[in-house]
């Protein structure tokens, strides 16, 4: 039966010596066989249906073929769109991806790390933004560098804070340009849900959605857009974005001028705030905007459809994961999420220690959620 077929029996059957025929199969980070060596044991061994041990060809070459993907929430579509990007690049490579999921936990991240540190992965990706943390940023530096010392490899999808090859989302920019869009559209009194505080992603995004009202279309008299008139916090999530939009509702009514766009920075916030508006009566689109951050592909089933920023995430995984493995950067190859987000622009920075940040920009995407305001 193949399950009782040894390393032995293999190299028995090659003629050559058991350590000749575990270098053959398993590799071997030091030592190589001549090419008909390892021809006559595999062929040797496909003969006798031998099934090697995984964990001694980890041993062996000092690596698996294994991909570590940490991420925050694989339920959140933004991760999942990420994973897939990561999964499909993986797959070319004959890689299989090993998931993990912080819950947005930093402990628990970096208890991932060390867990993939100890089964050897080859590389391992993190997606997922970052929190103003300095202690946390250098204990997770301090994990990831331990694992690049012991032969891994390691590249982010975030804000590049660490010692590592980024992708990194152009938040700032893009949320400009959705403050642009809308003051565009005839919109002049924002409140944005900004999500945590400390969560440097929703900081970028406020920050942008900000900068892009400053200056906008004002008048003779100076008045303008100017600033958001409400800034709500709450969780990164679609519970967060629904308590953020009743609190809200409780401060201001949204049938009135007070404010006749909201901004949520992400879109399952802006997903949880449509929901809370619809609760309390208040019609999204005719009474009042919104608008989200990243595109993600659930928004196809939301009603009225959700303006937002369109974030290539699949393409972000393909890119982190060519970084994380050295490859050279390509295009994110046939795939529906890849298709669907169409050409971006990405721009590639190399620093003096040799870490490279991708940038990858998003496009504003204008829908039912946000007419034009007369």
């Not at 010596?17 to 190589?32: D, K």
């Not at 628990?108 to 540190?117: D, I, K, Q, S």
């Not at 005719?286 to 928004?299: K, Y």
């Not at 089933?301 to 490859?327: E, F, I, N, Y």
């Amino acid at each position: 039966m193949a399950g009782s077929v040894t390393l032995a029996d293999v190299a028995r059957a090659a003629d050559v010596s058991l350590a000749t025929a575990s270098r053959a199969i398993n590799g071997s980070a030091t030592r190589t066989v001549r090419p008909e060596l390892r021809a006559r044991v595999l062929a040797a061994a496909a003969e006798l249906n031998y099934l090697p041990d995984a964990n001694a060809q980890a041993m062996a070459r000092g690596r698996t073929t294994a991909l570590g993907l940490i991420v925050h929430d694989i339920a959140d579509p933004y991760f999942s769109a990420i994973a897939s990007g990561v999964g499909a690049a993986a797959e070319r490579s004959d890689l299989m991806v090993t998931l993990g999921n912080t819950q947005h936990d930093p402990e628990r991240e970096l208890a991932l790390v060390g867990v993939l540190h100890r089964q050897r992965a080859r590389a391992i990706v993190i997606a997922g933004g970052r929190h103003d943390d300095d202690l946390m940023h250098a204990r997770l530096g301090a994990a990831l560098a331990a694992y690049r010392a012991g032969g891994g490899a390691v590249a982010m999808v975030s804000q590049p804070v660490l010692e590592a090859d980024t992708v990194a989302i152009d938040n700032v920019s893009g949320a400009a340009d959705l403050a642009a869009a809308l003051v565009g559209r005839g919109y002049r009194s924002f409140a944005v849900l900004a999500g945590p505080p400390g969560h440097l992603t929703a900081r970028e995004r406020l920050q942008g959605f900000t900068s892009g009202l400053a200056g906008r279309d004002r008048d003779a008299a100076g008045a303008g857009p100017g600033v958001p008139q409400h800034v709500v916090t709450s969780a990164f999530t679609r519970d967060g974005g629904y308590a953020a939009m009743t609190e809200l509702i409780e401060r201001v009514d949204l049938r009135s001028p007070e404010v006749d766009a909201v901004f949520a920075v992400n879109d399952v916030m802006a997903v949880g705030a449509m929901a809370a508006a619809r609760d309390a009566g208040v019609r999204v689109g005719a009474d009042v905007g919104v608008a989200g951050f990243d595109d993600i592909a659930t928004l196809r089933d939301v009603t009225p459809s959700l303006s937002t920023v369109r974030v290539p995430l699949h393409k972000a995984g393909v890119l982190a994961t060519q970084l994380a493995l050295g490859l050279p950067l390509s295009d994110a190859g046939h795939h529906a999420d890849a298709d669907r987000e169409g050409d971006t622009e990405v721009t590639t920075q190399t620093g003096q220690d040799g870490i490279r940040v991708v940038r990858v920009r998003g496009t504003v995407v204008l829908r039912d959620s946000t007419p034009l305001r007369t």
